[in-house]
């Protein structure tokens, strides 16, 4: 090596150093500054594992941050992105009610578009090394939008459906197999109604199988014949609806109903977006040990949730510090515990020391929990702008 070349290698190593150093200074200074902050997290409420879940995140941020953690709990989050857009409306650039607020999607895309988000700021949080961005791209791009480190992953997410066994001998698997199941068994199929986000995923779902060319789904939805393309769609569910739950005249109000439903006896097939969804109901008593997961043939819709931070919260820094945890591997480790939540991780396994991956060989995958393999392949969500066309759509044909 020429001493032109010692001379650079010294002032890479340095300067890398220095960024090493720098990071872990600002670090420092964040959870100086976020000591003693509370932080209003905007979350969906349905759900008492999930709660439960934040719960335990709670008391474990206050004990080693000095942060308080306030679930906020709300039935759609999209209730929070209109608040957050109005405080913008009317100037108030700071003291926003919210500090932290659970969103993917079109609420990602409502966010970025109308500047509502603090950041970047991902890269800037330790754990956010451990994030598996290689083989989960969904980190990167939530749906078609990039991300751009506005919003920290949290837990993955894959549309699956669940049949109990002690009834249902063969599961359908794809759309029109579920309208010949739908059709031998009368009264004992039904989805969600949209906007609920299980109903909006199911006409994803349906439509990604029914489309005679997806293209246009991935590109905005003004740029789409949307008449041409959903056809399919509505002629579908106007021949499922007939032979669903209530003959199609009501529908649930989400996936919690839906498992409800499926424990009564009164339907026959339920889906989450939470692979490991059938599995946790089963330790907590709330479906039968005879339930199982399954998945369509061509695959399924998938995606990544995430945390962001409205820009005018107050909090930032206590904000940045819950979501640093929640992508910690104590915390991704408990969540995928299937006793505990069972959401799949967000982190890359073979990035993690031996002990913080024995953490996940601790945890319970539970009777119902599909392989990787048995999960198959995965579906890219739509572009954003479909989910509110979509939704229109299917409230102006069929909400009562």
Same mark, same amino acid.
């Given at each position: 090596?020429?001493?032109?070349?010692?001379?650079?290698?010294? %002032? $890479?190593?340095?300067?890398?150093?220095?960024?090493?150093?720098?990071? =872990?200074?600002?670090?420092?200074? %964040?959870?100086? @500054?976020?000591?003693?902050?509370?932080?209003?997290?905007?979350?969906?409420?349905?759900? #008492?594992?999930?709660?439960?879940?934040?719960?335990?995140?709670?008391?474990?941020?206050?004990?080693?941050?000095?942060?308080?953690?306030?679930?906020?709990?709300?039935?759609?989050?999209?209730?929070?992105?209109?608040?957050?857009?109005?405080?913008?409306?009317?100037?108030?650039?700071?003291?926003?009610?919210?500090?932290?607020?659970?969103?993917?999607? =079109?609420?990602?895309?409502?966010?970025?578009?109308?500047?509502?988000?603090?950041?970047?700021?991902?890269?800037?949080?330790?754990?956010?090394?451990?994030?598996? %961005?290689?083989?989960?791209?969904?980190?990167?791009?939530?749906?078609?939008?990039?991300?751009?480190?506005?919003?920290?992953?949290?837990?993955?997410?894959?549309?699956?459906?669940?049949?109990?066994?002690?009834?249902?001998?063969?599961?359908?698997?794809?759309?029109?197999?579920?309208? #010949?199941?739908?059709?031998?068994?009368?009264?004992?199929?039904?989805?969600?109604?949209?906007?609920?986000?299980?109903?909006?995923?199911?006409?994803?779902?349906? *439509?990604?199988?029914?489309?005679?060319?997806?293209?246009? *789904?991935? =590109?905005?939805?003004?740029?789409?014949?949307? =008449?041409?393309?959903?056809?399919?769609?509505?002629?579908?569910?106007?021949? $499922?609806?007939?032979?669903?739950?209530?003959?199609?005249?009501?529908?649930?109000?989400?996936?919690?109903?839906?498992?409800?439903?499926?424990?009564?006896?009164?339907?026959?097939? +339920?889906?989450?977006?939470?692979?490991?969804?059938?599995?946790?109901?089963? !330790?907590?008593?709330? $479906?039968?040990?005879?339930?199982?997961?399954?998945?369509?043939?061509?695959? +399924?819709?998938?995606?990544?949730?995430?945390?962001?931070?409205?820009?005018?919260?107050?909090?930032? !820094?206590?904000?940045?510090?819950?979501?640093?945890?929640?992508?910690?591997?104590?915390?991704?480790?408990?969540?995928? #515990?299937?006793?505990?939540?069972?959401?799949?991780?967000?982190?890359?396994?073979?990035? *993690?020391?031996?002990?913080?991956?024995?953490?996940?060989?601790?945890?319970?995958?539970?009777?119902?929990?599909? +392989?990787? #393999?048995?999960?198959?392949?995965?579906?890219?969500?739509?572009?954003?702008?479909?989910?509110?066309?979509?939704?229109?759509?299917?409230? @102006?044909?069929?909400?009562?």
């Amino acid at each position: 090596m020429t001493p032109n070349h010692w001379a650079l290698a010294a %002032t $890479l190593t340095a300067t890398l150093a220095t960024g090493t150093a720098l990071a =872990e200074t600002d670090w420092t200074d %964040t959870l100086e @500054q976020a000591q003693g902050q509370t932080v209003y997290f905007h979350a969906w409420g349905g759900s #008492d594992v999930i709660n439960d879940y934040l719960r335990w995140a709670a008391e474990r941020i206050e004990d080693d941050y000095d942060v308080t953690l306030e679930h906020v709990k709300v039935a759609e989050i999209g209730s929070a992105i209109s608040q957050i857009l109005s405080e913008k409306t009317a100037g108030r650039d700071s003291g926003g009610a919210a500090d932290l607020v659970w969103i993917n999607g =079109e609420n990602f895309a409502a966010m970025k578009d109308n500047e509502l988000l603090f950041g970047p700021f991902t890269q800037n949080l330790p754990n956010y090394e451990l994030v598996d %961005t290689d083989n989960k791209p969904t980190t990167l791009y939530d749906f078609t939008t990039p991300v751009d480190n506005l919003e920290a992953p949290w837990g993955m997410a894959q549309l699956v459906f669940m049949a109990d066994t002690a009834r249902v001998d063969e599961t359908p698997r794809s759309m029109l197999d579920l309208l #010949d199941f739908a059709q031998q068994n009368p009264g004992r199929v039904t989805y969600p109604a949209p906007p609920a986000f299980h109903g909006t995923t199911f006409l994803k779902q349906a *439509l990604l199988e029914l489309a005679a060319d997806r293209a246009p *789904l991935y =590109e905005p939805v003004d740029d789409a014949d949307f =008449e041409a393309v959903t056809e399919p769609l509505w002629a579908y569910l106007d021949l $499922l609806h007939p032979f669903m739950w209530r003959n199609g005249e009501t529908f649930t109000s989400g996936a919690p109903e839906m498992t409800q439903l499926l424990n009564d006896g009164e339907i026959m097939l +339920s889906l989450s977006f939470n692979p490991n969804d059938a599995s946790n109901a089963i !330790a907590n008593g709330e $479906l039968p040990d005879t339930v199982r997961t399954y998945v369509h043939d061509a695959g +399924s819709i998938g995606n990544t949730h995430f945390v962001g931070i409205p820009y005018n919260s107050d909090s930032t !820094a206590a904000a940045q510090v819950v979501a640093n945890f929640l992508m910690s591997p104590e915390a991704q480790a408990y969540k995928a #515990d299937t006793q505990v939540w069972g959401d799949p991780t967000v982190l890359a396994l073979d990035k *993690l020391s031996d002990a913080d991956r024995a953490l996940f060989e601790q945890g319970s995958q539970g009777p119902a929990t599909l +392989s990787a #393999d048995e999960l198959g392949a995965v579906l890219r969500e739509p572009d954003a702008s479909w989910v509110p066309a979509l939704e229109r759509a299917w409230q @102006q044909r069929y909400a009562r």
